[in-house]
């Protein structure tokens, strides 16, 4: 599809290793985009470069910590020095970092590591972006992943919520100011994704493996590739007229608000399964 095609342009993915940042990176390459990654795991690094080289791709691989400032300053100077200015910018870093437990235990150092890595990183470097989307004219993109939790409470990941929530209002408010210079600023806000940070298939006990087709109407989790075809069209023509929204790629759960299928296939939002579902 011509609308999907994405030769020549330029396209920076943050934490570009792996899960849903490495199917970005290898959706936009696919369709013929020059790729800067910027990924903190130096094996991840050599993975997808020896990746992108295979496929003929012109890129750049950084080993960088986006949630520093002087990192993210080195990498658009990077982008910069190679590419000459940039299409479309998708800050896919995110991390619970696996702090699951009452907010009034929470410490400083727990706060300050949710927002470095959910919501800093996206500020530092959409900031340091502009510029270089300047540089390639009007239509000009951001896309931010999110999480579906920024469109809904979590107990026991308060923070970590408040900072995808935070996403949806930097997402509507810079698209409002980015507007007249034709660059778009959109969002994704995934349900649950099976990828290395979080592995539902092995989180879920087994003998509750077969409610998930109850739990989410669309009757799977998402998968890597379901996020990377959001981001193509977030970033393409085909949403040409779309800035400052959330797509919600969640199959359906948020739609469902507590609606779930009972064993018999009736639908209800009255607890069926007792425990929490979960191996903890």
Same mark, same amino acid.
């Given at each position: 599809?011509?609308?999907l095609?994405?030769?020549?342009?330029?396209?920076?993915?943050?934490?570009?290793g792996?899960?849903?940042?490495r199917?970005?990176?290898e959706?936009?390459a696919a369709r013929?985009?020059?790729?800067?990654?910027?990924?903190?795991?130096?094996?991840r690094?050599?993975?997808?470069?020896a990746?992108?080289d295979?496929?003929?791709?012109t890129?750049?691989v950084s080993?960088a910590?986006?949630?520093?400032?002087?990192?993210?300053?080195?990498?658009?100077?990077?982008?910069k020095?190679?590419f000459?200015?940039?299409?479309?910018l998708? =800050?896919n870093?995110?991390?619970?970092?696996?702090?699951?437990?009452p907010?009034?235990?929470?410490d400083?150092?727990?706060?300050?590591?949710l927002?470095?890595?959910?919501?800093?990183?996206?500020l530092?470097?959409?900031r340091?972006?502009?510029?270089l989307?300047?540089? =390639?004219?009007r239509g000009?993109?951001?896309?931010?992943?999110?999480?579906i939790?920024a469109f809904r409470?979590?107990p026991?990941?308060?923070?970590?919520?408040?900072?995808?929530?935070?996403?949806?209002?930097f997402?509507r408010?810079l698209?409002?100011?980015l507007a007249?210079?034709?660059?778009r600023?959109?969002?994704?806000?995934?349900?649950?994704?099976?990828?290395?940070?979080?592995?539902?298939?092995?989180l879920?006990?087994?003998e509750?493996?077969?409610?998930t087709?109850?739990?989410i109407p669309?009757?799977?989790?998402?998968?890597?590739?379901?996020a990377?075809?959001?981001?193509?069209?977030?970033?393409?023509?085909?949403?040409?007229?779309?800035t400052?929204t959330?797509?919600?790629?969640d199959?359906?759960?948020l739609a469902?608000?507590g609606?779930?299928?009972?064993? =018999?296939d009736?639908?209800?939002n009255?607890p069926v399964?007792?425990?929490?579902g979960f =191996?903890?």
């Amino acid at each position: 599809m011509k609308d999907l095609d994405f030769t020549g342009k330029v396209v920076l993915v943050t934490g570009g290793g792996a899960g849903i940042g490495r199917a970005v990176v290898e959706a936009f390459a696919a369709r013929g985009a020059l790729v800067a990654v910027a990924e903190i795991d130096r094996e991840r690094c050599a993975s997808v470069q020896a990746a992108l080289d295979d496929r003929g791709t012109t890129a750049l691989v950084s080993c960088a910590d986006v949630t520093q400032r002087d990192d993210v300053d080195r990498v658009m100077e990077e982008v910069k020095s190679k590419f000459g200015g940039l299409d479309v910018l998708v =800050n896919n870093v995110g991390d619970f970092l696996g702090l699951i437990k009452p907010f009034e235990y929470c410490d400083d150092d727990d706060i300050d590591r949710l927002y470095a890595y959910n919501l800093k990183s996206i500020l530092m470097v959409s900031r340091a972006a502009i510029p270089l989307l300047r540089e =390639n004219g009007r239509g000009g993109s951001i896309i931010s992943f999110s999480s579906i939790e920024a469109f809904r409470g979590i107990p026991m990941a308060t923070t970590y919520c408040t900072f995808k929530h935070a996403i949806t209002g930097f997402t509507r408010s810079l698209a409002l100011e980015l507007a007249p210079e034709g660059i778009r600023v959109n969002a994704i806000a995934p349900e649950t994704t099976e990828t290395e940070q979080v592995k539902p298939s092995e989180l879920i006990a087994q003998e509750h493996q077969s409610h998930t087709r109850r739990w989410i109407p669309l009757e799977r989790f998402g998968t890597p590739e379901d996020a990377a075809g959001s981001a193509l069209f977030l970033a393409s023509e085909l949403s040409s007229w779309m800035t400052g929204t959330t797509l919600n790629l969640d199959g359906g759960a948020l739609a469902a608000a507590g609606w779930y299928r009972d064993p =018999n296939d009736l639908w209800t939002n009255v607890p069926v399964v007792t425990g929490n579902g979960f =191996n903890f």
